[in-house]
């Protein structure tokens, strides 16, 4: 006969999250436990008077105490629990995500808490984040295998939040055959992603939307160089040149004779096909996923820069995979730094061309380097600068930092797209910090998008804890 389970009887002075769909009970929430259980196992939740609530896995060594798996009696989170589940995950992708490569699994968003997994062409990598899904890897697996048929399911639990579960850090195969480097598709782009060595499970879907979003900023540039569209006689279109289409109402005006050709202010065919593309520098650039949709959408030059080399490697055969490698500069550095020697290099340009005004004469003494180079579109996506509640303060000096620079860096006009994965960096305050940085660049912002993750991550409704990326697409003038 199976033994009753054991009862989280949680306190009655408690805030009522749980009831309000908040998937997490803290240990300080819990007035008793009636039965026993052991770390792992599953409880029933119930009220002060004894009132079934929920059922969830039990860690007495967490904060988190209990995380909730459902909210009627569950026999056993087991293959059959985890199939389930992992069905409701794949119809959701199959309606919203457009590509196979995408995340499969999203923790407590998809009623499987600890819980992620993303698929990497033929291969899946999970991340098994607590106690509850640690224990349960067997099922797990079973389950990835029969939904998903995947040729390989590779473990990245090479994450701190484990400790405070009582767990080590874990990596390795789990099933099948898992190849270290694996190319996926996104947005139309080749992508080449580690699985054992890049960042979190290899590469970051959450921006997999907002990098198309940035497709409007990368063309409409040519008339600041003095480019404009006429009609010319085919014979004088060198071969290459590139054509434009013509708008229905100038259609009549073509007799087939003739081209809509750009030209430039000497009445000279252009013949360059990007000559109508924006420049941008993407920063903190991983392995180059912004760098290569600005390509996609026609940019003319990019700055591709990251402090890893490894990573700008990545990016480098990412842009050759692509065909992109002729557009792309690709830089090593600290992008504090960076940033703010462009933007000192601007300054001291400025300074001297005041100096040269006033006095007929420029000082050429002092060489000026290659710093205070601009660019239409300016792109930040910076790594978590604030993981607890107590780092925020210097998270909002780091994004201060880099947003101040790097808006004074766009040309008059442009583009800054940015963005925070803090959670703790809250979004009115996230964008509190980019108005104080525009106020002390003598910038005018016109904000043109704002977004979140993509539907690959959704979020429940009251849990704040999964709404940590901001996405900022801002106009930028001077004042």
């Known amino acids: 006969m199976q033994k009753e389970r054991a009862k989280a009887v949680l306190a009655q002075g408690r805030k009522k999250r749980l009831e309000q769909g908040h998937p997490w009970v803290y240990g300080n929430e819990i007035a008793n436990m009636e039965g026993d259980a052991q770390p792992g196992d599953l409880v029933d939740l119930v009220n002060h008077q004894g009132r079934y609530l929920a059922t969830g896995y039990w860690n007495p060594q967490s904060q988190i105490a209990v995380r909730i798996v459902s909210y009627k009696p569950l026999d056993a989170m087991d293959a059959a629990f985890f199939r389930e589940r992992l069905e409701l995950c794949a119809q959701h992708r199959a309606r919203f995500v457009r590509s196979r490569d995408c995340r499969l699994v999203y923790g407590e968003a998809d009623f499987l808490p600890g819980l992620i997994v993303d698929r990497f062409g033929g291969v899946l990598v999970v991340q098994l984040l607590t106690l509850g899904m640690d224990s349960r890897r067997e099922a797990i697996v079973e389950a990835l295998v029969e939904v998903f048929q995947p040729q390989g399911i590779y473990e990245r639990s090479d994450v701190p939040v484990r400790a405070l579960e009582g767990l080590e850090e874990r990596t390795g195969p789990l099933y099948g055959h898992c190849p270290r480097l694996v190319e996926i598709r996104e947005n139309g782009l080749l992508l080449e992603v580690d699985i054992a060595e890049g960042q979190k499970t290899g590469y970051f879907y959450d921006q997999r939307e907002n990098r198309a979003s940035t497709a409007p900023l990368m063309k409409g540039w040519g008339a600041r160089s003095g480019i404009r569209l006429e009609y010319r006689p085919l014979s004088e279109v060198p071969e290459g040149a590139a054509v434009a289409m013509a708008e229905p109402e100038e259609e009549a005006l073509d007799s087939g004779e003739h081209a809509l050709v750009p030209v430039n202010a000497n009445g000279k065919i252009v013949t360059y096909p990007y000559w109508d593309g924006g420049t941008v520098l993407e920063c903190f650039s991983h392995t180059g996923s912004f760098t290569l949709h600005a390509c996609k959408y026609g940019a003319k030059k990019v700055t591709c820069l990251d402090i890893s080399a490894h990573a700008i490697e990545t990016a480098r055969r990412n842009a050759a995979r692509n065909g992109f490698e002729d557009r792309v500069e690709f830089v090593v550095a600290d992008a504090f730094d960076y940033l703010r020697a462009q933007a000192k290099g601007l300054e001291e340009r400025a300074l001297r061309a005041k100096a040269g005004r006033a006095t007929g004469k420029t000082d050429t003494s002092k060489p000026l380097g290659d710093d205070g180079r ?106």
Request: contains cysteine.
């Open 374 to 479: 601009t660019w239409d579109v300016v792109i930040l996506d910076p790594p978590a600068f604030a993981k607890s509640k107590s780092a925020v303060p210097g998270a909002v000096r780091g994004y201060k930092d880099i947003n101040l620079h790097g808006m004074k860096l766009v040309n008059e006009g442009g583009y800054l797209v940015t963005a925070s994965c803090s959670y703790h960096m809250r979004p009115e305050l996230f964008l509190e910090t980019i108005r104080a940085a525009a106020d002390d660049a003598g910038k005018t912002l016109r904000l043109i998008e704002w977004r979140a993750a993509g539907k690959d991550h959704p979020q429940l409704v009251g849990v704040n804890e999964g709404h940590y990326l901001k996405f900022g697409i801002f106009e930028v003038r001077s004042r």
